[in-house]
């Protein structure tokens, strides 16, 4: 291989530009020959400079010469190829742009295989040799090719750094170690990297523990997410079967009812209709008796009548009587009562059960709840900003501080809020801008009387009794008066004892249905909380009277 490369031919007969043999060879005017396409470039390349030189003599030429096929060296390379000289064995290819080149290879650079930390320097296969085939070379630490080894020596002493100092965290050389770095703590660089291996492998065992366990979970989650949806398709498919069958039974229902009137209608209307014909052919027979009546009492002739008269017969008794007792006109209404009865206790069996299964089915959760907080550090990573919605506030209501506090005014100091239809109307009562959702809490500062701090849907009513928070199943409250605290909900009122303290706490965790009431001093104590199930989103909400203040305080 090494023969075949250094060959006297090979040398005499390769390009100086491709380093290999010569392709469709040509000659300059200077009598360099050179491979056509590479000549040819080398001057594209060049033609900017408007002038063309040899790339081995530097001979300049104005214009571009002509190059000229030269026909003894292509028969040379014809007769060569022959006697079995070809190009250089693949491998010793050359270098990519992005391979590590040869540091020994004049001229045309090779691919290098390995780097040695000792030399500093990168070889291809053939000049590698020495470090494989040679004892002294055999104690140097061949690594993979590199770009930068020249990282490895000192910037001061020139040497290569075998050392490394703890303290400072840097490679340095011998030299370094007993001058700048002699009281810090030194190592040797292959201590200090069998030391970083046996860090690192640690690391990596640790990481690809954590990747099998979250696997394990990813794959625990992916088998409990077909599960919820097998079970919830099957629950789905179950329930619409029931329903069908409910739905069914229903039409069936309706069906028998439907008929069941139909028959007593054709059976009332056929009786009537009989009674009807009855009386209308007892009509007609009337009629014409009058109509012999009347004849015979028309006639003037005495005899005639007298003689007439007791042939006459006598008048049939009725068949019917002359009056009849029909039932008010009521008809089938009754039924119509009798259906609706069963209707009401029917929508309520369909309204409790809605409420069960919708509860039973809020209840299904597939991760376990996250635990309430516990100390108010806890509570404040939920904090949310509140602002008062300014369109819902009463005319006795004052909003300042950025509709953050609201102050209870007197009849004569009402403001002039334009008319809006979620105002509230008759309580002095106020909501939130923004909707809670989610795991959040706020603060609301007291002062003054009695202060109603509550959560309640948008839809709640504006006007009436209706709208008090806490008076109804759209809100519910805590009213706070010195350390006398009550709870309302839907008209349930829990009287509760605590702690005096200014400032009220609200947690809310919507989606698991928990809001809780809390005292906030130097410990936070939980007043009251409810679990229920929130079917849309909640505003904060606030009533208050006339010489009392809340302000919902900035936590972040």
């Known amino acids: 291989m090494e023969q075949q490369e250094n060959h006297p031919a090979r040398q005499i007969l390769s390009c100086s530009i491709c380093m290999d043999l010569l392709k469709d060879p040509v000659t300059n005017v200077c009598g360099h020959s050179y491979c056509k396409s590479c000549i040819n470039t080398h001057w594209d390349n060049g033609e900017e400079r408007g002038s063309y030189s040899c790339p081995q003599c530097r001979q300049t030429f104005t214009p571009r010469p002509v190059l000229v096929k030269n026909t003894l060296l292509a028969d040379s390379l014809e007769e060569l190829k022959k006697t079995g000289l070809q190009a250089a064995p693949a ?34 296969e053939k000049h590698l040799q020495p470090h494989l085939q040679s004892t002294p ?27 490394f100092c703890r303290t400072d965290q840097q490679c340095i050389c011998n030299l370094c170690s007993v001058d700048e770095h002699k009281d810090h703590d030194t190592v040797s660089a292959a201590a200090e990297w069998t030391e970083r291996q046996r860090e690192l492998g640690l690391r990596r065992q640790t990481i690809q523990q954590r990747v099998q ?42 069906f028998d009812v439907e008929q069941q009137i139909i028959s007593q209608q054709e059976t009332e209307v056929s009786r009537v209709r009989e009674i009807q014909e009855r009386l209308e052919h007892e009509i007609t027979e009337l009629k014409k008796k009058d109509h012999e009546l009347k004849q015979l009492s028309d006639t003037e002739d005495h005899n005639q009548l007298l ?39 029917l929508q309520d069996i369909l309204s409790e059960t809605r409420n069960t299964i919708l509860q039973i089915v809020s209840q299904v959760d597939v991760l376990l709840p996250q635990p309430e907080p516990e100390t108010r550090a806890d509570f404040l990573k939920y904090s949310q900003e509140i602002t008062l919605d300014l369109n819902t506030a009463h005319t006795s209501v004052l909003l300042s501080e950025g509709n953050r506090k609201l102050t209870g005014m007197d009849e004569e100091q009402c403001q002039s809020y334009s008319d809006h239809p979620e105002r509230f109307t008759n309580w002095p009562q106020v909501l939130s801008r923004e909707s809670v959702t989610g795991r959040c809490y706020w603060e609301v500062e007291i002062r003054g009387g009695a202060v109603c701090v509550a959560v309640a849907y948008k839809n709640i009513s504006r006007t009436g009794g209706e709208c008090i928070f806490g008076l109804n199943d759209k809100s519910w409250s805590l009213s706070c008066y010195g ?31 928990v809001l809780s009431f809390y005292k906030v001093s130097d410990t936070m104590t939980l007043l009251h909380r409810v679990r229920t199930i929130f079917t849309r989103p909640l505003y904060a909400g606030v009533r208050l009277y006339y010489g009392s203040t809340a302000e919902f305080c900035k936590l972040k």
């Not at 625990?220 to 329903?243: C, H, P, R, Y």
């Not at 702690?499 to 698991?512: E, F, I, M, W």
């Open 213 to 254: 366990d979250r696997e394990k979970d990813v794959k625990l989650l992916q088998q409990e997410e077909d599960a919820v949806n097998g079970s919830a398709d099957k629950t789905v498919e179950d329930s619409e079967e029931i329903f069908t069958e409910l739905i069914r039974l229903l039409e069936k229902r309706s």
């Open 137 to 163: 070379f055999k104690k140097h630490k061949l690594v993979e090719p590199s770009e930068k080894l020249q990282e490895n020596i000192c910037s001061r002493h020139y040497e290569v750094m075998k050392m």
């Open 483 to 513: 350390n006398s605290y009550i709870f309302y909900y839907d008209r349930i009122r829990i009287v509760l004892s605590g702690p005096q303290s200014s400032r009220v706490g609200v947690y809310l965790d919507h989606s698991a249905g």
């Open 91 to 124: 491998d010793y290819c050359d270098a990519g742009p992005e391979d590590v080149v040869c540091d020994v290879c004049p001229g045309r650079k090779r691919k290098a295989l390995k780097s040695c930390l000792v030399c500093l320097a990168s070889y291809c």
């Open 307 to 345: 003689h007439n008269y007791p042939s006459l017969s006598p008048l049939s008794e009725s068949t019917h009587s002359s009056s009849f007792r029909i039932r008010p006109l009521r008809n089938f209404e009754d039924v119509t009562a009798a259906v609706s009865q069963v209707r009401g206790p």
